[in-house]
């Protein structure tokens, strides 16, 4: 069986801080992960994935998450918050099934 | 990149009528489609997986007969509620994957908000 956990259903920071949202999975098989980003009334938008060609992944909009084996961990971070980052986040794991496995989500909120 | 579109992005109806939401890829073929529902502040429920040709497969719990899915292109799939009522008020998100995708990687429509009066 498949599972995602995102530890923080809330995250608060300040404009400028450091962003770093959990995901810890759990998979009999060697793991497909996705971070996306769903915007207030919209669909989910790719922010990065994971594939095993590398452990350090970049994504888009200055997203950055590291797969973590030891761990089952695909931690989520941003170096600098911007207001225009806060969003809801959700981690997404793929195995052999074509169906997705989501988190629960966590908000990102930006404070000033 | 892979797009996928959804109309309407809203609909309201009254309480006993039937809504269709369409789902489209608007620049790959996807024998593949999906269909979610997401309650405000939930994560995704995935409802079904549309198959081209063939009869979708409804996740526990989904009724079949209320929520019609029919995948009859390699770019286009409807949702249809029947017989709405208020419980069925929701944000519907479709999704697609590319066949052969080794990542199973989907890609999402932008959402249909339905509020049944």
């Known amino acids: 069986a498949q599972s995602v956990t995102q530890l923080g259903s809330h995250v608060s920071v300040s404009e400028g801080a450091l962003v770093l949202l959990r995901c810890n999975y759990s998979?009999?098989?060697?793991?497909?992960l996705f971070w996306y980003v769903q915007y207030p009334n919209q669909g989910l938008q790719l922010l990065l994935k994971?594939?095993?060609?590398?452990?350090l992944v970049k994504g888009i909009n200055g997203f950055e998450a590291e797969f973590k084996k030891s761990e089952t961990s695909f931690h989520l971070t941003k170096p600098s918050a911007h207001m225009s980052d806060a969003a809801e986040y959700f981690c997404v794991l793929t195995g052999t099934a074509s169906k997705l496995t989501f988190g629960t989500g966590t908000r990102l909120q930006v404070t000033l | 990149g892979a797009v996928v579109s959804q109309h309407p992005s809203w609909v309201i109806c009254k309480s006993g009528t039937s809504v269709k939401i369409e789902c489209r890829s608007l620049d790959f073929q996807a024998t593949t489609m999906f269909w979610y529902r997401q309650f405000p502040k939930q994560s995704l429920m995935l409802m079904a997986t549309?198959?081209?040709?063939?009869?979708?497969?409804?996740e526990q719990g989904v009724e079949k007969d209320k929520f019609l899915i029919n995948h009859a292109s390699l770019t286009l799939s409807t949702l249809t509620v029947t017989s709405a009522h208020p419980e069925d008020s929701s944000f519907y998100i479709c999704s697609a994957s590319i066949p052969g995708d080794l990542y199973n990687e989907q890609f999402f429509g932008p959402g249909t908000r339905l509020t049944v009066l």
């Open positions: 994971y594939t095993s060609a590398a452990t």
């Open positions: 998979s009999s098989v060697p793991p497909y």
């Open positions: 549309s198959n081209e040709g063939s009869k979708a497969t409804y």
